[in-house]
């Protein structure tokens, strides 16, 4: 199972590493397959991940990746289909927004629930989402009719970077550092996101790179912590 693992991880990176280069390039269709074939790789790379663990108790991470595959597949065909783009950009924040529940709920049934982490990251988190509510102007941001979703899609994402990081000092596992290094890269690509969706001029190959290299480096960092939970 360990071969089956570091395959999958290296063609996990590499699949990232093409989409990501040929999206700086070009939006189209050939980069939404390269897309698709990027995610199922983080996908596959988890089922490996969770068959090669001896001490997994939840198998909500698993659902949680697949639902980062279809919020792929939802963002990318706002750009295939733009008519229908403001259907899709809702789905996809639909899909990110289960992913996220379906990673909290993991953690919640992986490691002992702390009460003042909980505490904690719920206020930093509802702080964020208020923060990202009331100053997109000062941000240079116009969310539109997106505000409210992107303040709540904030709220959770923040909550669940925070408490994995304090789960990673209630008891430091390997497995708990790489699940927060890969939630934490989910979220710098959102704030990065954010910028390219509802900045000005800010859609840019660059910005494009470090976007998608994030969540991708993320997602994959995320599927790999299985493995090492003993």
């Given amino acids: 199972m360990t071969f089956w693992y570091i395959l999958l991880l290296i063609l996990a990176l590499a699949a990232a590493l093409v989409f990501t280069v040929q999206r700086a390039m070009k ?16 996908v596959l790379l988890g089922f490996v991940s969770f068959r090669g663990s001896d001490g997994v108790i939840s198998v909500c991470l698993l659902p949680g990746l697949v639902m980062g595959l279809i919020g792929d597949i939802y963002l990318d065909l706002k ?16 899909a990110f927004i289960l992913g996220h529940l379906f990673y909290l709920a993991f953690l919640f049934r992986q490691y002992p629930v702390s009460g003042a982490a909980l505490v904690i990251s719920i206020l930093i988190g509802i702080a964020a989402g208020i923060g990202i509510y009331v100053t997109p102007e000062r ?3 116009n969310y539109g009719k997106f505000r409210v979703i992107s303040a709540c899609y904030a709220a959770l994402l923040v909550f669940v970077t925070v408490y994995a990081l ?5 008891g430091f596992t390997a497995a708990k550092l790489l699940f927060f290094l890969g939630i934490a890269l989910f979220l710098f690509s959102d704030l990065v996101l954010s910028q ?11 910005n494009s790179m470090i976007n998608h ?13 299985l493995f090492l939970i003993r």
């Fill in 213 to 225: 290299g994030a969540y991708y480096l993320g997602q994959i960092l995320i599927a790999a912590s």
């Fill in 166 to 170: 304090c789960l990673c000092f209630a």
């Fill in 79 to 94: 750009y295939v289909h733009p008519g229908t783009s403001t259907t899709y950009t809702f789905a996809g924040f639909g």
């Fill in 139 to 141: 941000m240079r941001l």
């Fill in 196 to 206: 390219i969706y509802f900045g000005e001029n800010k859609n840019t190959p660059l």
């Fill in 27 to 42: 939006t189209d269709e050939k980069s939404l397959l390269l897309k698709t074939v990027a995610s199922i790789a983080f």
